[in-house]
């Protein structure tokens, strides 16, 4: 039996699940302190052993195996996390085999494996939610970069009528400061789900989603682009962001995948459940 933790910022998710990517049994915790989560976590794995776990983790989050840091918390606006030794506490509890990558890499694995991925060599997946994170998976496998990768905070020009506040502290015009879920709230003074489809902030957004998208499609040339996230719920996003990309591209379509756009990207086939999925096919290869 495998693990898989899915650490995000509002909610630890756990599960046991076989080596097939099968769900077996899950638990949901609200995420508070290392206090109070450790030993939520912790028993869940007493109760279920399991021979390994994979954990997703929110960032940011050191994945540098060769690190004194690795599987820490890095400086994170949630106080109680700050620089706190996940893997290290968890490992020194269960005694088993354990590995940690960021959430978006693990969702990304969970996609390539068993999702919208299954056929394709190289997978892009890109989560535009509270905020924006990619990953990319080469032969089911996550790539050997020095620290996980940051693609929401690519620089995304703006509409020039489109003066709202960014959504993230430390750049004016990101791509998650722009086009995640709260700065779509900041910019039309509502919650995303309450812009009817004809909105015209549909049309903003869909732009912004298409410039990041595109600048990440042409810095590593996947087969795939799976993008999910809760603001992805909106159904008429999609053919958007692909009609923004086409009108960016302007013709510059110079291998199959970027000329086949309309099935090249997709919408992610695991749902919810992506990043547990992702952590059982990581520890299955630990
Ligand atoms: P998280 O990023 O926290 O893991 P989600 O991927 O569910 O969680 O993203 C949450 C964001 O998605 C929120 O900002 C919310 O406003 C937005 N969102 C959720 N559902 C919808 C929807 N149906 N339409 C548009 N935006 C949505
Ligand atoms: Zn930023």
């Given at each position: 039996?495998?693990?898989?933790?899915?650490?995000?910022?509002?909610?630890?998710?756990?599960?046991?699940?076989?080596?097939?990517?099968?769900?077996?049994?899950?638990?949901q915790f609200q995420t508070t302190s290392p206090a109070e989560n450790m030993p939520q976590l912790t028993n869940f794995f007493i109760e279920n052993r399991v021979t390994a776990i994979g954990i997703g983790a929110f960032g940011p989050v050191s994945i540098d195996?060769?690190?004194?840091?690795?599987?820490?918390?890095?400086?994170?606006?949630?106080?109680?996390?700050?620089?706190?030794?996940?893997?290290?506490?968890?490992?020194?509890?269960?005694?088993?085999?354990?590995?940690?990558?960021?959430?978006?890499?693990?969702?990304?694995?969970?996609?390539a494996v068993y999702g919208a991925g299954t056929e394709d060599k190289t997978v892009l997946y890109i989560t535009i939610g509270t905020g924006i994170g990619g990953g990319v998976v080469v032969n089911k496998q996550f790539l050997p970069t020095a620290q996980h990768p940051e693609m929401g905070h690519?620089?995304?020009?703006?509409?020039?009528?489109?003066?709202?506040?960014?959504?993230?502290?430390?750049?004016?015009?990101?791509?998650?400061?722009?086009a995640s879920g709260p700065a779509i709230e900041k910019r039309w003074n509502t919650n995303a789900k309450n812009l009817p489809a004809n909105h015209i902030a549909w049309e903003t957004e869909a732009n912004y989603i298409a410039q990041g998208v595109y600048q990440m499609m042409l810095a590593?040339?996947?087969?795939?682009?799976?993008?999910?996230?809760?603001?992805?719920?909106?159904?008429?996003?999609?053919?958007?962001?692909?009609?923004?990309?086409?009108?960016?591209?302007?013709?510059?379509?110079?291998?199959?995948?970027?000329?086949?756009?309309?099935?090249?990207?997709?919408?992610?086939?695991l749902g919810e459940n992506a990043g547990l999925i992702g952590g059982l096919v990581f520890a299955s290869q630990i």
């Open positions: 039996m495998l693990g898989s933790i899915e650490a995000g910022g509002t909610k630890m998710n756990c599960a046991i699940g076989d080596e097939n990517g099968n769900i077996i049994k899950q638990a195996r060769e690190s004194e840091l690795y599987g820490t918390i890095l400086d994170t606006p949630k106080l109680a996390w700050r620089f706190f030794p996940f893997l290290k506490t968890l490992k020194d509890n269960l005694n088993i085999p354990i590995e940690l990558q960021s959430d978006v890499n693990v969702a990304a694995l969970g996609e690519v620089w995304i020009k703006r509409i020039p009528k489109d003066t709202a506040p960014s959504n993230c502290p430390f750049h004016t015009d990101c791509f998650e400061g722009l590593h040339a996947p087969d795939r682009i799976i993008i999910g996230g809760g603001v992805m719920k909106q159904p008429q996003l999609l053919p958007k962001i692909k009609q923004n990309m086409k009108d960016q591209l302007n013709g510059y379509t110079y291998y199959p995948a970027l000329a086949n756009l309309d099935e090249t990207i997709v919408l992610p086939a």
